[in-house]
């Protein structure tokens, strides 16, 4: 019956997915259950990474800890798998020091909003410029499905056995209220959507959210006897409504009850960054000087200088970076240039 | 195909063709691809991959529009769709 060239078993290593070029491909097939949705977001988050056109170079990858959190380790990009909830923090360390990058975090319901919650609404307020994913199961997956902060109402889970009572997190209400520049929520199976919106939020300025619905099938369907993450995706294909713009107040979501979707906040608002330097431009004046910039020039010098033992004459690579930072520096910190 | 409304330049719109390309051992057998395609063009095989789990197979060929869904929701970069009348590139150049 097949007529096309479907690649049969022990003749795949000829073919290689478009994707690839993204992918430490030598990983795959990846740890991720049968039906799980996570593979599909990140399908759907490298499409957007090619689409936004953002060098690869310039892109970093932070992973807390769970399921989701294995992202850091299939992307074929600067990566960092950090502890559990502490993505956030590692990433606004990473942006301080090299404001080129874009920094993204690539996390889980749980890792993202209950032991790093604190992280994710300070770094809402402060309009830290970084994209966060946070792929919604509604469960901490990688522990054996224990209720999570977004658990919705009655929701059998292993620490819920009879069923859950506790309210859940509206993600993207909590990040309004706290100042998100952009906050947008698909599922999975809105994988054209989805993509839409991780570009966008690629390309934003400031704080951008992107909550991907996604199903667990192993704990959370199963655990509900909601059949397999099959049936799970064509719930949202029958249960999502598509409302931008839609009032944050009004999308949290119920078990097995109608899911909200669309992009909801896309707004311009100062970031960290532009009120930190505003505000010490303002007060200190010439003494002020933007530290990260200096470190990415100096870093940039040191690249482009050749390797110390080579008979290159023409510039010396050493010197020249010290020189930048005195440039851009006070005296005192002329250190700067000899962090080789 | 049907349309309920003819587009008036429907003689000069050229239907893409798209062949199917499976990278089986990738496969989870999530039934993603045959569920989703809007053309009915996958059906799942009753073979099993190496890892046991029942891969696509692609039942008629001549439907695939090149759409690229089935490449996209796949969970496990498993299928992927080439543009029917290009030389098959796998990319190894
Ligand atoms: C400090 C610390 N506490 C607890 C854990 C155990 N732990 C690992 S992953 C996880 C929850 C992950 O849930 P989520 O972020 O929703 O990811 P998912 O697996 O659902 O994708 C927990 C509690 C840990 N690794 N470290
Ligand atoms: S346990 Fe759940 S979230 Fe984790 S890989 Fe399996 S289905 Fe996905
Ligand atoms: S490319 Fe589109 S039409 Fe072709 S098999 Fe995939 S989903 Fe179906
Ligand atoms: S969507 Fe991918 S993993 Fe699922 S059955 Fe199709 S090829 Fe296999
Ligand atoms: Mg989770």
Not at chain 2, 2 to 17: E, G, N, S, T
């Amino acid at each position: 019956m097949t007529q096309t060239k479907t690649t049969q078993p022990g003749s795949e290593q000829e073919l290689k997915h478009p994707q690839d070029h993204l992918l430490r491909s030598d990983r795959l097939p990846h740890i991720w259950c049968a039906t799980c949705g996570i593979g599909t977001v990140l399908k759907c988050f490298i499409e957007a990474i090619d689409r936004s056109k953002i060098p690869y170079d310039d892109i970093a990858i932070v992973s807390g800890i769970g399921c989701t959190g294995r992202v850091a380790g299939y992307v074929k990009l600067d990566s960092y798998h950090t502890t559990h909830g502490r993505a956030i923090p590692f990433a606004t360390g990473l942006k301080l020091a090299n404001r080129r990058l874009k920094v993204v975090v690539f996390s889980g319901d749980g890792d993202l909003s209950a032991i790093g919650g604190n992280h994710l609404i300070h770094a809402a307020r402060r309009n830290m410029d970084i994209t966060v994913v946070c792929v919604n199961n509604f469960i901490y997956g990688m522990t054996g499905g224990q209720a999570a902060p977004t658990t919705p109402g009655t929701a059998v889970t292993s620490t819920t056995p009879w069923g859950a009572f506790e309210p859940a997190f509206n993600l993207p209400q909590l990040l309004e209220a706290c100042g998100a520049s952009y906050v947008a929520r698909w599922t999975s199976l809105h994988v054209r959507r989805l993509t839409k919106s991780f570009t966008e939020a690629l390309l934003k300025k400031g704080f951008s959210f992107v909550e991907a619905i996604a199903p667990c099938s192993t704990l959370y369907a199963r655990r509900n006897r909601l059949g397999s993450g099959y049936d799970l995706m064509k719930f949202y294909h029958d249960h999502s409504e598509i409302r931008h713009g839609a009032d944050v107040n009004e999308v949290d979501i119920g078990f097995q009850d109608k899911i909200t979707v669309g992009k909801f906040i896309d707004r311009d608002r100062p970031t960290w960054l532009e009120l930190n330097d505003q505000q010490h431009e303002a007060t200190l004046g010439e003494k002020y000087y933007r530290h990260a910039e200096t470190i990415a020039a100096a870093a940039e010098a040191d690249a482009a200088a050749p390797p110390t033992g080579t008979a290159e004459k023409t510039q010396d690579g050493g010197k020249d970076s010290g020189k930048d930072g005195g440039k851009n520096g006070g005296k005192d910190d002329s250190k700067e240039g000899s962090h080789a | 195909m049907r349309y309920w409304r003819v587009p008036l330049d429907a003689d000069q719109i050229k239907i893409p063709q798209g062949e199917i390309h499976l990278l089986v051992d990738r496969c989870k057998g999530c039934e993603f691809c045959v569920e989703f395609c809007p053309r009915g063009v996958l059906v799942m095989s009753s073979e099993y991959n190496p890892k046991g789990y029942h891969y696509p197979e692609v039942a008629h060929p001549e439907l695939c529009v090149d759409c690229d869904l089935c490449e996209v929701i796949c969970p496990d970069f498993a299928i992927f769709c080439l543009p029917k009348t290009e030389e098959v590139n796998d990319g190894a150049s």
